[in-house]
């Protein structure tokens, strides 16, 4: 994906029209009865949990006397007995037959490209004006895209890029996924202590550069994966993919019983370079970057002592039966046959549609009664009475404690931080991540995690929403709970910059 830098979607100036419309103005009932849904789903777990605590408080009142007259009366009532043990046997088998396994998060790993794939402004542009694609209106609408973007001077691009003229090849686009996956699974591995052979599901997302064989099967044969492994390889779903796959991978947990799951989110730069003069397909050379994360998941219970996070909750909106959002985000060719991604002049109102619909559905699962009771009141005033009330826009600083958003562009960042109400601390993590590695695609919100917990941020019972767009049109959140105070994983990504954020960035 994805969302313009500094608010740009084709052109350096952006209109107001383009930006996230105000959720204050309208919010669709049926998406917040689709909430509810979710929750009213888990409500035999909601009543029985505290059944059996009343239950508990209950008997341990009971002193010897109460005990003996019990013993007596069942005795003599036999059937009653048999009837409620059944009964209970036959709850407590459906509760633990329905309930969902837990997902731990053991850890994750980001990977932090070598120094000599930097690419500070003045290189990016030098070799923009070297290779020879470009005219002088592109060149022009490039550098001010950078200036605008939010990115930093040490941001990475693939080894080809470096070369003039770039030398973009299969063999260069094999080498650059090689390097970040398997740069980041090593960690990965490293810090877990995990065989590689105890992985049980694989889900691996690129959605730019999907060879044969694919990228899961070459981690497979990398690393000597076991023949019955669930290996999965997600394609063309954008910078959002990263919680598709942890969403796929959460699935497959469900069925398969006491086993790893490792998800890979990365995307590749090398053969998807855009070398025309259609502006609204150069945005993307300015914004995306190197970047990748693997995570290791597992349904055992053994795990929970040394997991990081549980996942609480998984939204996916999907907004593709839209013409203009299927379309928004469009790999295409231009008009002398150069291929490239090409973002519409409505992606940033397609966008805030489409995270208006995911915040509605997500506002029942995770916001405290208060809050839900007052946005319910409001949209009922509303339809009953068709009152020119604005609905009610709840709190999220309430429900999390941390804000992971998608680094696709400073004007996202922006528009989120404004129409959620957030404080600068809540989306330092993302405007850093953004400065010092660019648009990662899906891994960007692993960056930001990382980052959180590079700054020591993370404590026990924190709940981090993650939150990413991508083409389609999609809208996806992940919302996870800390289960320790989180320390940085050796080898981070922010090792050895993280004393130095955060930087003050130009207006």
């Known amino acids: 994906m994805d969302p313009a830098a500094g608010g740009d979607a084709v052109g350096v100036q952006i209109h107001q029209a383009r930006r996230l419309p105000d959720f204050l103005q309208s919010v669709n009932l049926k998406y917040v ?60 088998t459906v509760y633990i037959v329905t309930r969902p396994r837990p997902v731990y998060l053991v850890d994750y790993a980001c990977y932090r490209p070598p120094d000599e794939l930097k690419a500070p402004y ?18 022009e609408f490039q550098r001010k895209i950078l200036e605008r973007s939010g990115l930093g001077e040490e941001t990475y691009v693939p080894e080809a890029m470096h070369f003039i003229p770039p030398k973009p090849s299969m063999a260069a686009a094999r080498e650059e996924a090689e390097q970040v996956m398997y740069g980041a699974l090593d960690n990965l591995f490293n810090s877990t202590n995990v065989n590689p052979k105890d992985i049980g599901v694989l889900v691996v997302n690129c959605s730019l550069f999907n060879p044969t064989p694919s990228l899961s099967a070459m981690i497979i044969n990398k690393y000597k994966l076991r023949g019955n492994i669930r290996s999965f390889n997600l394609g063309g779903m954008g910078c959002s993919a990263g919680v598709i796959a942890i969403d796929l991978a959460k699935d497959m947990l469900q069925v398969n019983r006491n086993t790893y799951a490792v998800v890979v989110s990365t995307e590749n730069i090398t053969q998807n370079w855009y070398f025309g003069n259609k502006k609204s397909m150069l945005i993307p050379n300015c914004l995306f970057r190197v970047g990748g994360a693997a995570i290791l998941l597992s349904n055992k219970s053994t795990d929970r002592r040394r997991a990081k996070y549980k996942l609480v909750h998984v939204v996916r909106t999907h907004k593709g039966a839209d013409d203009k959002a299927f379309r928004c985000v469009f790999q ?40 839900q009771l007052l946005f319910f009141a409001t949209l009922v005033i509303k339809k009953l009475f068709n009152a020119k009330v604005k609905p009610y826009i709840p709190d999220f600083k309430l429900a999390f404690d941390h804000f992971c958003i998608h680094a696709g562009g400073r004007a996202v960042i922006d528009e989120l931080e404004k129409n959620l109400q957030l404080l600068p601390l809540h989306v330092e993590a993302s405007r850093m991540t953004l400065h010092r590695f660019g648009n990662t695609s899906s891994s960007s919100i692993w960056y930001e995690l990382a980052y959180i917990e590079a700054k020591g941020r993370m404590r026990r019972g924190n709940r ?19 289960l320790r105070h989180v320390k940085p994983s050796i080898n981070g990504p922010w090792e050895d910059s993280i004393d130095r954020y955060p930087v003050k960035l130009l207006n």
């Open 33 to 92: 009865k689709l909430g509810y849904h979710y929750l009213v789903s888990n409500l035999f777990a909601l009543c029985f949990v505290p059944l059996i605590i009343a239950i508990s408080v209950e008997v341990s009142r009971l002193d010897i006397d109460d005990l003996r007259q019990l013993w007596l009366h069942l005795q003599y009532n036999l059937v009653s007995v048999v009837i409620c043990s059944a009964i209970l046997v036959f709850g407590l």
């Open 122 to 139: 003045e290189k990016f542009m030098t070799h923009s004006r070297l290779q020879g694609d470009f005219d002088e209106n592109s060149l």
């Open 332 to 371: 295409e060719q231009d008009d002398d046959g150069k291929t490239g991604v090409s973002l519409s002049k409505e992606l940033m109102a397609i966008a805030g549609g489409a995270l208006k619909t995911n915040i509605t559905t997500l506002g029942p699962l995770v916001l405290p009664i208060s809050e």
């Open 464 to 482: 981090v929403w993650q939150i990413a767009f991508g083409s389609g049109f999609k809208c996806n959140s992940a919302v996870w709970e800390a």
